[in-house]
């Protein structure tokens, strides 16, 4: 049925496509939603860029799916940053809504188990960055009201809640506000996203935070030393809280010597993408020349991630945050996009993990975490 299921057979071939007839796969962070926005992107057609659309998710069984809004605070003027948010989001509602055969907008973990057994896609939103807030916990309510799961404190830059592990530090982890932001995100049910922000900080949310945490899109920094990615202290406190860290697909950050290529040549490919404006094709063709500068990094890699954060804190503490449409065209051969998903499924099999683990690691860690959430929320 699968290209991927080639040459299996027996047992294991039987094994797979029983896995493959229910298993929820639930990715934590995928960056879609402003392509609807910024250049009529549909997701009911089928493309041959870009790494999700409906047929593409079909085709890799994908389940459920956390979209990411988010505004750079590289890239937009602070005035900007809430109107953004929102507009991303309404863009992301219409386009779940245009597609209701085939997918449905969810609020909760039981939405996301109900819609997945109606054989639909549940999609959920979320935001990236304190900044899209406009400082206010009061705001961040409006959008739990409108769907937003979960807030990744930080992004790129510190802000007022947050140091980001990709700049100064000024807090020396949280912030007071971070600090009380977070008992309020208990409060409303909406999961606290450590991906991205210092590690102190990620300290700081685990001990300020009553409910599990996750890491929407973080990688292992004990296999590619990179500074977006985790170190192992960071990763068992995670876990510690019953959290979960869900693997980033980057392939320079899965693979240091690809980071390096790419990050040499970030600043002039940045440059280029700005130069050319809105030229959305151009974009891409200058994307994917950047992309081949960098030595190929294969899905068994990718692999090597998830299989460390299990060898470390637990099967129950890993899970999937591919951080799609969000990388740049930056991804593992092999792991191109959402079609893709079941090259894992294989791949914990060959590695010797149980159904069951294989189950938690593709989807079913998330919704514990969730429901834990919602459990605890006033
Ligand atoms: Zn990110």
Not at 69 to 84: E, N, V
Not at 216 to 236: F, G, L, Q
Not at 288 to 302: A, G, H, I, N
Not at 354 to 366: A, F, S, T
Request: proline share 4%.
């Amino acid at each position: 049925m699968f290209a991927v299921f080639a040459g299996l057979c027996g047992a294991q071939d039987a094994r797979l496509d029983r896995l493959m007839k229910d298993i929820l796969i639930f990715d934590a962070h995928i960056d879609t939603p402003r392509y609807f926005l910024d250049e009529g992107y549909r997701l009911a057609d089928r493309h041959a860029y870009y790494e999700l659309d409906l047929p593409r998710m079909r085709e890799g069984r994908m389940g459920a799916v956390l979209f990411g809004i988010y505004a750079q605070p590289q890239d937009f003027a602070p005035r900007q940053f809430l109107p953004r948010a929102l507009e991303v989001l309404d863009a992301l509602r219409i386009e779940v809504g245009r597609n209701g055969k085939d997918m449905e907008f969810a609020f909760t973990s039981d939405d996301v188990m109900r819609i997945h057994k109606a054989g639909k896609i549940a999609a959920l939103a979320s935001l990236e960055g304190g900044h899209l807030i406009g400082d206010s916990a009061r705001i961040l309510r409006d959008f739990e009201r409108l769907g937003v799961r979960y807030m990744t404190l930080a992004h790129f830059k510190n802000n007022v809640f947050a140091d980001s592990m990709t700049d100064t530090a000024v807090h020396g982890g949280l912030s007071a506000r971070g600090k009380e932001l977070v008992r309020e995100m208990n409060r409303m049910g909406v999961m606290v996203d450590v991906s991205h922000i210092s590690d102190q900080a990620v300290f700081d949310a685990v001990d300020a935070s009553a409910s599990p945490v996750i890491a929407s899109h973080s990688s292992v920094k004990a296999i590619a030393p990179i500074p977006r990615n985790m170190p192992d202290e960071v990763i068992r406190a995670v876990a510690r809280k019953g959290g979960v860290i869900c693997i980033n697909f980057h392939a320079g950050y899965l693979n240091k010597p690809a980071y390096e290529v790419y990050i040499r040549n970030r600043p002039k490919r940045d440059e280029e993408v700005k130069a050319a404006g809105t030229d959305w094709e151009k974009i891409r063709r200058i994307q994917r020349r950047y992309y081949d500068y960098m030595p190929p990094v294969q899905v068994k890699e990718l692999l090597r991630h998830i299989d460390y954060v299990a060898k470390l804190a637990g099967s129950a503490h890993v899970g999937l945050g591919s951080d799609f449409d969000g990388v740049s065209g930056m991804v593992p051969v092999g792991m191109e996009d959402v079609s893709k998903y079941p090259v894992l499924v294989k791949g914990l099999m060959d590695m010797g993990y149980k159904d069951e683990d294989i189950r938690n690691i593709m989807g079913l860690n998330l919704v514990r975490v969730m429901r834990e959430n919602e459990r605890r929320a006033q």
